[in-house]
């Protein structure tokens, strides 16, 4: 009896994932107190960036960087308990931005900053990435120094896997790709233009209220549209700054943008001046409300998730080589920093995931 009270007591922590330099990292969110534990390096190579997971299968995706090159590799548990290893590698031409897999684990694209492209790759059945892909090339430019160039920064499949969205910084759109069922068979559908200088950089999408997010890298605004899943188009809805200062534009830049599962919280970080920034939701309209906005705790917050159960944030620190956790007000999305902090050199994405 004694041990089946001890063992019911026991505290559940959920894993946390986070690419750096040095390759792909394992911490445990202990969901009770928010505490991470010491991270262990999964796998080893040279530096990730970006980091997704199949849908069903043991199986993550990181953008990967090492003496070969640059590309993508699918990573599996190794023989010994704790350790990874990369189970496939495919070559691209630039270094990767986002990543995301389908929701049917057939494909897996990839954004390229630097390259005007986004990449997708068919997946065999066990995860592999194959070598079938199409190269999505994109063109535009904006008014600003970052935007001589289209530069992809932000992929997802939507609609059953039908559409692919990719949001391009460097033109200042939504580019939205129909999806068939092998890659040669994608093409573009439309575009939705941004003001000029928005520099649209990731976007979350909300299909429950059917609103999406998007962090304006340049202006420093949340940009908020209505989503037709029938039609895969973008309405706009709502421009809101995320700092009063329109001067800090240009030395400061909006990086990761999120939704709490409650659908009632938008979260946006803001590099260089390194802020955390909350918003409402309002149920009836989408159109949001600033919180608060306070220290990240961290220097250049380039990502951060959002815990499985709602209750913590994780934002990782690139120029601090650390992440810290904040506790979320379920009432009133407001963040509280606190005490549980780990350390990773340049930390660039971090996920939580629930499994693995």
């Given at each position: 009896?004694?041990?089946?009270?001890?063992?019911?007591?026991?505290?559940?922590?959920?894993?946390?994932?986070?690419?750096?330099?040095?390759?792909?990292?394992?911490?445990?969110?202990?969901?009770?107190?928010?505490?991470?534990?010491?991270?262990?390096?999964?796998?080893?190579?040279?530096?990730?960036?970006?980091?997704?997971?199949?849908?069903?299968?043991?199986?993550?995706?990181?953008?990967?960087?090492?003496?070969?090159?640059?590309?993508?590799?699918?990573?599996?548990?190794?023989?010994?308990?704790?350790?990874?290893?990369?189970?496939?590698?495919?070559?691209?031409?630039?270094?990767?931005?986002?990543?995301?897999?389908?929701?049917?684990?057939?494909?897996?694209?990839?954004?390229?900053?630097?390259?005007?492209?986004?990449?997708?790759?068919?997946?065999?059945?066990?995860?592999?990435?194959?070598?079938?892909?199409?190269?999505?090339?994109?063109?535009?430019?904006?008014?600003?120094?970052?935007?001589?160039?289209?530069?992809?920064?932000?992929?997802?499949?939507?609609?059953?896997?039908?559409?692919?969205?990719?949001?391009?910084?460097?033109?200042?759109e939504i580019w939205t790709y129909a999806v068939g069922d092998s890659v040669e068979a994608i093409s573009l559908e439309h575009r939705v233009k941004f003001p000029r200088g928005t520099g649209p950089r990731h976007m979350a999408l909300d299909s429950g209220s059917g609103l999406a997010y998007v962090s304006g890298e340049l202006n420093l605004a949340v940009n908020t549209f209505h989503y037709d899943a029938r039609s895969g188009r973008f309405s706009p809805l709502q421009y809101i700054a995320t700092v009063e200062d329109e001067a800090a534009s240009g030395r400061n830049s909006l990086s990761e943008i999120q939704v709490h599962e409650s659908g009632r919280f938008v979260y946006t970080a803001v590099r260089g001046l390194d802020l955390m920034v909350a918003f409402s939701a309002d149920p009836e309209t989408g159109m949001l409300t600033k919180v608060e906005q306070q220290g990240a705790g961290v220097k250049w917050p380039r990502n951060f998730t959002i815990s499985d159960s709602g209750k913590w944030l994780i934002v990782a620190g690139q120029h601090s080589d650390e992440l810290r956790v904040f506790s979320i007000d379920q009432n009133t999305g407001e963040l509280e920093p606190t005490d549980s902090r780990i350390e990773v050199k340049a930390p660039m994405c971090v996920r939580a995931w629930g499994r693995l």
């Open positions: 009896m004694l041990l089946a009270i001890v063992g019911f007591g026991v505290a559940q922590a959920e894993p946390i994932w986070i690419a750096g330099a040095g390759g792909v990292y394992r911490s445990e969110l202990e969901d009770e107190s928010g505490q991470l534990s010491e991270p262990d390096l999964a796998c080893a190579f040279g530096s990730g960036s970006f980091l997704a997971i199949h849908p069903e299968l043991d199986i993550l995706y990181s953008s990967y960087r090492n003496d070969q090159g640059l590309g993508y590799a699918s990573l599996q548990a190794g023989g010994a308990e704790g350790e990874w290893e990369v189970q496939s590698f495919q070559l691209v031409e630039s270094g990767n931005a986002h990543l995301a897999v389908s929701a049917n684990g057939r494909f897996l694209a990839g954004a390229h900053w630097g390259g005007r492209s986004n990449y997708v790759f068919e997946l065999e059945s066990d995860g592999r990435i194959s070598g079938r892909l199409i190269q999505l090339e994109q063109w535009g430019s904006g008014p600003a120094h970052s935007q001589e160039q289209s530069r992809p920064h932000w992929v997802a499949f939507a609609d059953e896997d039908k559409l692919l969205h990719s949001v391009d910084l460097g033109s200042d």
